[in-house]
């Protein structure tokens, strides 16, 4: 068997699960009761869409592609850190 | 041909979820709701901009949108109140 | 010789890649069922370390280990390692920013509980 199609196979074969996470996730990210919920989801939805990300870069044949991952790991952390900030000074301040 | 399909059906079903939360951000009274939709808006806009083999696109679109435009919201909402009435 | 190589990497990358599905569906769908914020935590650390962090570096396996790509090969599994510590240094510093800001400004109900340490340390108020 050829390398090329047996990563290829298994990378297909490999979607449709990542597929079902990612629903679960943004259903809990549209539906969740409170906002710290939807950041939870969106956060999880982004990390796993980074490791998603790479794998379509195997799939492609396009290895400059990877530094969207990294980006996107980044910035997502941001938008946590601005969510506890928020949190944070309306307990103190207000 | 495999690669087309799936690249088509990528960004299918992303714009589907792009729309649904950019209707659930218009439509959000909690307007700290609204941002967080507009963050699943930009996830689902990074994953078709990647499909669409456009990774400069990615590297700014990621930046401001899932970045700076949050944290501009944010910094309004604190001044302005949280609900919408 | 390079050719078993290859297939050592690419077959040791598929099974991290494999544990990370499965981290993966396990914390979506604890993520749907957990009843709480503080229960969802947990789902957030299954999903970022087992779920994002193994599969990364898996991919970065299966990168080094795919000849066809050329050799910008290593610059996408060097980069996948980079994403991989990378996620494994935020996610928890970003969940335990969050946490502590919901704890603090009481955003989030702590209804279903079993026991709370930090209000006992402080006082022994319920909330």
């Known amino acids: 068997m050829n390398l090329a199609t047996w990563v290829t196979d298994f990378i297909v074969f490999s979607m449709p699960f990542y597929f079902a996470a990612f629903a679960l996730y943004i259903a809990r990210a549209i539906k969740g009761p409170t906002v710290p919920d939807m950041v939870l989801a969106v956060d999880a939805l982004s990390y796993d869409l980074a490791a998603f990300l790479v794998l379509l870069g195997i799939l492609f044949r396009a290895p400059i592609m990877i530094p969207c991952a990294i980006v996107l790991v980044l910035w997502v952390y941001a938008l946590d850190i601005y969510m506890a900030k928020y949190f944070e000074a309306g307990e103190i301040g207000e | 041909m495999m690669a087309v399909d799936i690249v088509m059906g990528l960004l299918a079903a992303s714009a589907l979820i792009s729309v649904i939360a950019t209707v659930l951000a218009v439509q959000a009274r909690d307007l700290l709701k609204a941002v967080i939709f507009s963050a699943l808006q930009s996830v689902a806009y990074t994953l078709m901009y990647f499909m669409l083999m456009a990774p400069d696109i990615v590297l700014v679109y990621a930046a401001v949108a899932v970045g700076i435009y949050p944290l501009i919201l944010i910094l309004l909402i604190k001044k302005v109140g949280r609900y919408e009435v | 010789m390079s050719s078993l190589v290859s297939w050592i990497l690419v077959g040791v990358g598929q099974a991290l890649v494999i544990i990370g599905i499965f981290c993966d569906l396990a914390a979506s769908i604890m993520m749907l069922r957990l009843p709480n ?16 962090f193994i599969p990364l570096i898996g991919a970065a396996l299966i990168a080094a280990g795919c000849d066809f790509l050329g050799p910008y090969r290593w610059f996408m599994a060097g980069g996948a390692v980079v994403t991989a510590i990378i996620e494994y240094v935020l996610a928890g510093a970003g969940t335990h920013a969050i946490a502590r800001a919901v704890y603090r400004a009481k955003a989030a109900p702590l209804k279903p509980i079993v026991a709370d340490k930090l209000a006992e340390d402080r006082g022994g108020e319920e909330r």
């Open chain 3, 37 to 52: 914020f503080f229960a969802r935590l947990h789902a957030l650390t299954v999903g970022s370390v087992g779920g994002a």
